[in-house]
């Protein structure tokens, strides 16, 4: 077995753990059963999810056991939020949830081999547990005094809003999990996030309370951004893994608009190069901090290993397209949509461009200029561009065949000078 506890520590992936000693010693030893949990609370896993996805596959091809488990049951209840009670989703969309989540993980970790990863269901033994039984044979034995003690809970007691009964009960939930996986298949490590520490620990606990045995819990730390906005948000909103929710573009242009402060934090904690690899890369990006090599390493091998090689291509040929003058029509019309849909936008109707739209018209509804008069000094200057063509004369029109297939609908990418570009979506087209 590999010290991988030492390079997982060396990657800064390592906030919490229980004896840290005897988790050592365990995972040189042995092959450990571990297991990683996701609640099904949204209809796709996120970046904040990718870590504790990828901090399992490490342990896999360390040649642990990675259990993934998808919960139908705690999702049906929802962790505590600082924020406030969450809703309550319907049955028939946590079960929807759960195998699109399932579907998602599945593609991280190998199933196959003596270290095959294998896919369980909180919801296979909550479900069959009586009130009764769940209050005698796993509620006896949680302090509420402890309980009280978490964090997200004693802040919440302390808000204008409180908390339910329902939400208060996720860490018991939490700790039987550990507790039946340790039964069933002898799991003897939960990993997390550190936020989930509390939750952890309380599985932990309840092993060794109900089975007089010791297991571990570890812990990732909180990935954050050196401007203090919050990891895997971007203006958008929240980055995930379903390509329908953000696509491929997306994605891959998050990883290339990393801070420069944060991507070689990034590379430890999200790629599968070697740290010796990483440091070479750091070496010569801070040499060249212009070249942004640390982020296209970055943006392209977490962009395949999420969405495929051919994927990342069309996303890099795309952005090249864009913002180095390629041929724009080259790129398929899906990949163009997504590009252009992270542009400053406009509309206009097919029948416009079609009578002949001026462009300073355009530039100005996309957003790229304040005026009219602004967009015709562009054109003045020679420094307008129409899918990356230039355009010159003040009166410059736009026609039918300027406009551009972009998945269910036309566009125009509109340019000025070297960096300043908007999209203007023609609709009907």
Do not use: C
């Amino acid at each position: 077995m590999t010290d991988i506890l030492s390079e997982l520590q060396a990657r800064d992936l390592v906030a919490l753990s229980t004896d840290e000693d005897a988790l050592r010693r365990s995972l040189r030893e042995e092959a450990v059963n571990f297991y990683v949990g996701f609640d099904p609370t949204a209809p796709s896993l996120h970046m904040g999810n990718l870590v504790q996805i990828l901090f399992a596959r490490r342990l896999q091809e360390a040649g642990h056991n990675p259990f993934a488990l998808v919960g139908g049951a705690t999702g049906l209840i929802g962790d505590p939020r600082m924020s406030g009670e969450r809703t309550l989703n319907p049955r028939e969309v946590v079960d929807g949830w759960v195998e699109r989540i399932r579907s998602q993980i599945e593609r991280f970790l190998d199933f196959s081999g003596p270290h095959a990863a294998q896919m369980v269901n909180n919801l296979d033994w909550t479900g069959q547990m009586t009130a009764i039984d769940f209050l005698r044979d796993v509620g006896k034995h949680f302090s509420v005094n402890r309980m009280l003690a978490k964090e997200t809970v004693s802040t919440r007691l302390n808000s204008e809003h409180g908390i339910s009964f329902t939400e208060f009960s996720y860490q018991i939930l939490q700790g039987n999990d550990f507790l039946e996986l340790y039964r069933r298949h002898g799991i003897t490590l939960q990993t997390g996030g550190s936020d989930q520490w509390g939750n952890l620990t309380s599985g932990t606990d309840l092993v060794r309370r109900v089975e007089q045995k010791t297991v571990h819990a570890m812990a990732t730390p909180l990935i954050t951004k050196a401007d203090g906005t919050k990891f895997g948000k971007t203006e958008g909103g929240t980055v995930w893994l379903d390509p329908e929710l953000t696509s491929p573009y997306a994605f891959s242009q998050f990883w290339l608009n990393a801070d420069d402060r944060d991507v070689v934090k990034y590379l430890k904690v999200f790629s599968f190069r070697s740290l010796e690899e990483i440091e070479d890369i750091r070496v010569r990006f801070e040499k060249a901090p212009h070249t942004r090599l640390a982020q296209k390493a970055l943006a392209e091998e977490i962009t395949a290993l999420v969405h495929g090689e051919e994927q990342t291509a069309q996303a890099f040929a795309a952005a090249e397209a864009l913002f180095r003058g390629g041929e724009l029509r080259a790129i398929a019309p899906d990949v163009l949509a997504a590009a252009t849909a992270e542009l400053p936008q406009g509309t206009v109707s097919a029948a416009a461009v079609a009578a002949g739209l001026p462009v300073a018209e355009a530039f100005a509804e996309a957003g790229i200029v304040k005026s009219r008069s602004e967009a015709r000094r562009a054109l003045k200057d020679g420094g307008a561009y129409v899918n990356n063509v230039k355009v010159s004369g003040e009166d410059a029109v736009l026609s039918t065949d300027d406009v551009l297939a972009a998945g269910d609908h036309g566009v125009i990418v509109l340019r000025r000078g070297k960096k300043t570009l908007g999209a203007l979506v023609v609709s009907g087209s």
